[in-house]
């Protein structure tokens, strides 16, 4: 297994692999990988014949206000996980993606303001803008519908982050094929589209929520929640599985859902972020439970934002 620390290199090794006629799948993460990010590289095997996984904490997608800093990080562990699969051929690891041979601009750009309604503000920015306030990175790529909800609005700069720079990853290792986890619901949507309306040549897959014994979702910060906080969690996945129940018993109304929902993690100590029944191509908000659709929840359990979600498969009236 190969670990490549640079662009021109991955994308060398990638052009290799091609020459060769071989398939290349790409698993993009974040490190500190757990049994899901493992689940994934096994869905990537049966999609294409060589595996390159990326371990890379995007600054682009973090507010100064959240928890890049705090972000759990175990490179060797990581790169011991991935070995003892057997199946990765390579790990980019790169140092800084936003390291370019060209300077930027030798002065700060202006920063654009927006309107909400309510006066002019500030447009948010991330702790790359922060830390680089020269310009050096200057270019952003937006879904701008299917991001504005949920996770959207509570993280203004999460998914021009995220799409920005799995759009460096397509570029730098020419993947066929690409896996992304169903737990970050919003991330798969918006990738897929950004990849149908770029004509990336890339196969974009989804692949399911893996889940501890006890039901909650795997997540690197899972590891940063207190034993309390942690049980207390658990009422995320109960609360989803009862909504699951309510449908099949003929419970449509989004909001009485949605309610019932609210009121099992509140009660459990979470602080909800939202709660949203959407549909599973569009991300828009339904009054009634008539088609398939998602149920997405973000709650806090101490200083800890967790995700999770539940696909429900109603035929379509």
Same mark, same amino acid.
């Given at each position: ?94 140092? @800084? ?107 974009? =897959? ?9 039901? &909650?979702?795997?997540?690197?910060? @899972? ?13 995320? @996945? ?13 419970? =449509? ?7 019932? =929902? ?9 602080? =909800? ?32 934002? &967790? ?11």
């Amino acid at each position: 297994m190969e670990v490549i620390r640079e662009k021109a290199d991955m994308r060398a090794w990638s052009r290799r692999i091609r020459r060769d006629g071989k398939s290349l799948a790409l698993v993009p993460t974040m490190g500190y990988l757990h049994e899901g990010h493992l689940s994934l590289v096994r869905e990537a095997k049966a999609h294409a014949d060589v595996i390159v996984v990326s371990v890379y904490v995007n600054p682009g997608q973090f507010a100064p206000s959240e928890d890049l800093s705090t972000y759990p990080s175990d490179l060797q562990g990581d790169l011991l996980k991935l070995s003892q699969t057997g199946v990765v051929q390579a790990v980019f690891c790169p140092r @800084n993606l936003y390291d370019y041979d060209t300077p930027g601009p030798l002065s700060a750009p202006p920063r654009h303001h927006f309107s909400n309604g309510s006066g002019e503000k500030q447009a948010p920015v991330s702790c790359l803008e922060k830390e680089r306030c020269d310009g050096t990175h200057e270019t952003w790529v937006r879904v701008e519908r299917l991001e504005k909800g949920m996770c959207g609005a509570s993280r203004p700069v999460l998914f021009r982050g995220v799409a920005t720079v799995v759009t460096k990853l397509f570029h730098i290792v020419e993947p066929d094929v690409a896996i992304f986890g169903k737990k970050d619901y919003q991330q798969w949507r918006i990738i897929s589209r950004m990849v149908r309306d770029l004509d990336f040549a890339i196969e974009i =897959i989804g692949s399911e929520i893996v889940r501890e014994a006890d039901g &909650l979702a795997m997540s690197s910060r @899972n590891v940063r929640l207190s034993p309390r906080d942690r049980k207390q969690a658990l009422s995320i @996945n109960k609360a989803l599985s009862e909504a699951k129940v309510n449908v099949s018993k003929g419970s =449509i109304s989004s909001q009485d859902i949605k309610h019932r =929902i609210f009121q099992t993690v509140s009660d459990s100590g979470g602080r =909800i972020d939202y709660v949203e029944i959407v549909g599973q191509e569009s991300l828009e908000p339904v009054e009634k439970i008539e088609c398939p659709v998602v149920i997405c929840i973000a709650a806090w359990f101490g200083d800890v934002r &967790l995700i999770d979600n539940i696909e429900i498969d109603v035929p379509a009236v």
